[in-house]
């Protein structure tokens, strides 16, 4: 899952039955994204979405998703034995399969920077995502709630994008990057909320409880119980096991008993797995007995064998892509042991890889520019990344606006035909994008080049720098390739023009492959 991500949202109504469905279709009307479930709760009137999909569509969904509710929700009418400050509470994003923690924290910004600016929401960033220690926690964010902050203001100061003040009907959000949390209610066999506060001031952290887990004491009015809301932060720290071995013995102490419990939204297959093989007592190989996970980590599901597949995507374009990715991965490594052996050099003060003779200021020079290079590489590998998906997304819209002009052929509609000329030119323009991006990865080649001259830099990387000029060149070619592929589908007035670019870009691209692939042999390869 390259670039995937869960979006968890939780919102403030669980009554509403058509509400909740109708914002669900908000979320299924975004290409790409992927619906998992709903989980609402009539008694703490909240319901919490789950859906996945590639980090740009989940974040459109999300936004649409907080569009919806702060339109249909008004919290001054909103009751709820839950904690909550929004329409919309808190929104995080979870990284899934190669998906890094930071790309998520990078969306929640970016979607956060969004829904304040056109919704007028004040946003508050959290966990990964968050910009100071004293946010991180969305208890502490929450704290007060939005009747609390409307009278009171904010408790931790003003938000990180947005107005000052409450949204008058819609509250604030809390929007951030974070690992998987288990949310999970434990019914007991009694109606005495004094006993399930009981129970959950035991096992949560806060209270020398268990590590990672919260907790909260809960009415459930529907069934004349009451619940321990749970949320395990981590999994691998405090096990689903331990804690419902531990609210078993609270429970028992305080004269009642487990009932049954309930998950809210999805939990890992690890987690679960992990449980079961603590009450099996399995030893510490017991994984190569999951089918799955014997299949997975057979290597059936790597890039090179989702390339092998019998399936339109993914394609030629993905693999350019992908071979400028690994260009950009060179080029972050090659800077990043010259920028150790330069920092080295500075701190044992002998003599430094630089012109200048091992002065201070040119250590410091030299890995300034070092790490100017390493920075401008990871985030073109970003822009790589992004365009191999792109690559798949845009391809898999032409396939389907072919196939509904198709069966449009014969009717007046022209809707079908328009679609498939907007696919047509999306899927010409990302290989032309990842031209450009295979240009400036060239002149980070370059760059790299002058600085070891200029600042007396060994660079000890002949291959790896010969390697990242074939990959970028490799990547320029496939994606040349698919421009001429798909040029005469597209319209003439934008064919000329497409046409050029690519003539311009390739040209460009093969005159500095040429000259920097003869300088790396000249002066590493020995040639």
């Avoid at 609390?148 to 203001?153: D, F, I, K, S």
């Avoid at 603590?278 to 017991?286: V, Y």
Wanted: glycine share 8%; with cysteine.
């Amino acid at each position: 899952m390259h670039e995937w991500v869960e979006c968890v949202p939780n919102f403030s109504e669980g009554q509403d039955g058509r509400l909740i469905a109708r914002l669900e279709e908000v979320i299924r009307a975004v290409p790409g994204v992927v619906f998992l479930r709903s989980d609402p709760s009539p008694d703490q009137n909240r319901t919490v979405f789950t859906f996945a999909g590639p980090g740009r569509a989940v974040a459109r969904a999300a936004f649409n998703l907080i569009d919806s509710a702060v339109e249909k929700i008004d919290l001054t009418r909103h009751i709820g034995v839950h904690p909550r400050m929004g329409a919309v509470d808190v929104v995080p994003f979870v990284p899934l399969g190669t998906t890094s923690m930071e790309s998520a924290a990078d969306l929640a910004r970016r979607l956060g920077e969004e829904v304040a600016s056109k919704l007028s929401i004040p946003v508050f960033l959290y966990e990964e995502s968050a910009t100071r220690a004293e946010r991180r926690s969305l208890f502490a964010l929450r704290k007060g709630g939005f009747e609390g902050h409307l009278a009171n203001g904010f408790p931790v100061g003003p938000p990180d994008f947005g107005p000052p003040r409450p949204h008058p009907t819609a509250g604030s959000v809390a929007i951030g990057a974070r690992f998987f949390i288990i949310a999970f209610n434990v019914i007991l066999d009694t109606n005495d909320m004094d006993i399930a506060r009981d129970v959950a001031r035991s096992i949560r952290e806060s209270q020398r409880g268990l590590a990672a887990v919260r907790a909260l004491g809960l009415p459930l009015a529907s069934q004349g119980l009451v619940q321990i809301a749970i949320n395990i932060l981590d999994y691998r720290i405090t096990s689903l096991t331990q804690v419902m071995e531990r609210v078993q013995e609270e429970a028992e102490r305080t004269g009642t008993s487990i009932l049954e419990s309930e998950l809210i939204g999805l939990v890992p297959r690890a987690a679960l797995g992990n449980s079961v093989w603590e009450l099996l007592r399995l030893p510490p190989q017991r994984r190569e007995r999951v089918i799955e996970d014997a299949v997975e980590n057979s290597g059936a599901f790597t890039f090179a064998e989702r390339l092998a597949a019998a399936t339109p995507t993914p394609g030629s374009g993905a693999a350019a892509a992908r071979a400028a990715l690994h260009a950009t991965s060179l080029l972050r490594m090659v800077s990043g042991l010259a920028l150790k052996r330069v920092r080295a050099a500075s701190d044992k003060g002998g003599e430094a890889e630089s012109g200048a003779g091992g002065q201070e200021g040119s250590h410091s020079g030299s890995a300034a520019s070092l790490e100017s290079v390493q920075e401008a590489a990871s985030r073109l590998g970003k822009r790589c990344r992004a365009l191999e998906v792109e690559d798949e997304e845009a391809f898999e819209r032409y396939l389907d606006a072919s196939r509904r002009s198709r069966t449009a052929q014969s009717g007046p509609d022209e809707g079908p035909r328009a679609a498939l000329a907007i696919a047509v030119l999306a899927i010409t323009e990302v290989p032309l994008r990842l031209l450009e991006a295979a240009r400036e990865i060239l002149t980070l080649i370059d760059k790299l080049l002058s600085l070891s001259v200029e600042k007396g830099i060994d660079l000890k990387a002949g291959s790896d720098l010969g390697c990242a000029v074939e990959l970028a060149r490799a990547a320029s070619r496939t994606a040349s390739f698919n421009v001429l592929t798909n040029l005469p589908q597209v319209s003439p007035g934008d064919a000329g023009r497409l046409r050029q670019l690519r003539q311009s870009l390739l040209a460009e691209i093969e005159s500095a492959c040429d000259r920097l692939g003869q300088e790396v042999a000249r002066r590493f390869l020995g040639s």
